[in-house]
């Protein structure tokens, strides 16, 4: 090991040393590996159904929710969908709570993680519409092993909020970070800290296992419809030291250690929950999952409008807090260095903007031989297919159980010239830790007959050499050409795109990549042209790159997201393309001319009689359609969540539910 980093570690765990609870015990003889649930791809399971929708998100430091899932999560609050937050760590870093003005003091873990938690009571007291220092009730909750977490709880006006802090610590006496460790590491247990005020007043250990067996019973217990995660795969970062330290990143990738190792367990619990649940039969649990990216906000263009930046930054406000408040909590009212305007005029600007790590619509739709509406997503992390029950009528049936688990939660359509549906994503392959297998792959569900059955799931590859690189693959797109040959588009780990082509006959040719203009965000966007030809489109850093039958064409003026594009209704051929700037919620045209349509996040547009139609979120986070001239926004029926909704043949809007369940919008009807 390099002395510099050496010292470096020695320096770090020193500072740390102090801390009995935050104690590494550390093994003689490595643990043998806990079981861990594998990929299962057989179809046929139930799968539940009736649950009230439930939130639930897993964070590895109080403030991550507020920083990179908000405002999805402010969102479902609104709509008064339940919320249960999960904290693994204590978030007591280096224990100094400390701003300019306030008077130096000795550094204490135990008291800057009970400020941070009051912040967090605070942030979700407003986020209710409760007053900030309202009372809220607290429990020591009994998880897997015997261990112990502060629960806290409040209900306003019938909406409800729970905080588990689990309480596991950020760096340890022999390690720097410790749950990175805890991950990789057989020998490793950690030792909880004990936050001041807590009802918790005795430390537990957890090890690698013992950190997914508790995940996943949280997740048996509340059985959410919704889950929020981090990103268990961020993008390759390569900096020098000096920029990553200030940035706060780990060496090599695009995010906190911590927010990887988090989402990781996080994954792997959830593996664990559908495993358990369906081990003698039972049903795959309903629940769509949702990933976000963390520190990968500060690499790329902002995406959030100012109105919808001033809300999300608004609830940071109460989380930040301030010295001089009289909140109750003698150890402190809130994370002082996020008090104020800081996270606006932090440089980092992880505020800026909310991504997500796998960006798609869904779920995916087609319509069968009567009108029949067919819906197909990801629940459980295995794919389903929702039938209509009757034409028009918007009500599907129960979800049938297509397999390929586990799945990321994106399914990319192409529908073949006779109408049968090939359906693509992104799987599990393995999810081990502790230096085992780590792998991503591609995987393929091919429809025998229009309508009817599928074939078995058939894995297609990794554009990428290697686990590690394979695991910063994006969300796939695919499109099918008028000469029978099936596109594929996939985001690779140099931040360019990656290509394979099925030909007419169901043969698949190699991976290869497109010519590289400049890194691009992940989010693509695939269509034909009127010519046959097969357009590619990607927010990049500096302008949309754009790519015509696989060949670089002349790139767009920047967008802040993923773009939307029609075909162009001249004979020439080529697209017309929608789009909004970075940090502006105004759409813009590749024509030069767009409608009023302000608003942030993904765009969705087809072809309609009097001009493309137009899918996307106004700015309170509402379903909204340009069409005809008309603007018209979806004010009722289930709450959206999760990845974008559809929109099928320009008239027919599809999406998932938090109750886990399709809804589908006809503007004029109710849906």
Known sequence: MDKRRLARRTVLAGAAAGAAAAAVAGCSVPAPPGRTASADPAPGRPVSTGRR???????????????????????????????????????????????????????????????????????????????????WQKRV?????????????????????????????????????ALPALWQDRALELRTHLSAGSPVTRADGYDHTGLIEVLAGLLAEYRPTVVHTLDPDPDIQISDEATRKRDSEQPGYSDHGDHTAVASFTWAALLRRVADATA?????????????????????????????????????????????????????????????????????????????????????VTEEAGGRLVAYGVLGLRAVRWREREERTGVFGEPEDLGGGPLAPVLAPAVLADGRVLLFGVRFAALSGRGGADRRELVLLEQRSPGGPFLAWRGLGNPERGDDRGRRIGAPVAVAAPDGRVHLFVRNADKGVSTRVRAADGSWGPWRALPVQEEVQDGLTALVDGTGR?????????????????????????????????????????????????????????????????GYGPLAAAPGGRGPVLLGRDDRGRVQLHRDGRLLTRTQGVTPAGAAPVLHRGEVVVGLGADARPWVWRPGLRG
């Not at 729970?162 to 390690?175: G, I």
């Open 53 to 135: 929708a439930l939130l639930m998100q897993f964070a590895a430091h109080p403030d991550d929710d507020l920083y990179f899932m908000n405002p999805d999560t402010q969102r479902l609050l609104d709509a008064g969908v339940p919320l249960v937050s999960v904290y693994v760590t204590a978030g007591e870093h280096t224990g100094k709570n400390w701003i300019k003005g306030m008077p130096e003091t000795p550094p204490d873990k135990a008291a800057y993680s009970s400020a941070r938690h009051q912040g967090l009571r605070q942030a979700y007291a407003d986020a209710l519409g409760a007053d900030t220092f309202t009372p």
């Open 280 to 364: 003698d039969g039972g049903p795959v649990p309903a629940f769509s999952t949702t990933a976000f990216r963390g520190y990968y906000n500060r690499h790329w263009p902002k995406n959030l409008p100012p109105r919808v930046l001033a809300e999300k930054t608004a609830h940071l406000v109460p989380y930040g807090g301030d010295p001089s408040w009289e909140c109750g909590n003698p150890s402190g009212c809130g994370d002082y260095g996020v008090s104020g305007d800081r996270p606006l005029t932090n440089r980092k600007g992880w505020v800026r903007a909310t991504h997500y790590r796998w960006p798609a619509t869904g779920p995916a």
């Open 534 to 598: 097969v357009h590619l489109l990607a927010a990049g850093r500096t302008a949309v790159r754009h790519w015509v039958d696989g060949a670089p064409a002349a790139p767009l003026p920047l967008a802040g997201d993923p773009v939307a594009a029609v075909p162009a209704p001249d004979a020439d051929g080529g697209v017309r393309v929608f789009y909004r700037a970075p940090a502006d919620g105004r759409l813009r045209s590749s024509s030069g001319t767009a409608p009023a349509f302000e």
């Open 141 to 177: 909750a009994t998880l897997a092993g015997g261990r112990r977490a502060e629960v806290d709880t409040l209900v306003h006006d019938g909406r409800r909020v729970e905080l588990v802090f689990l309480n596991l610590p950020m760096h340890t006496s022999r390690r720097y970070m």
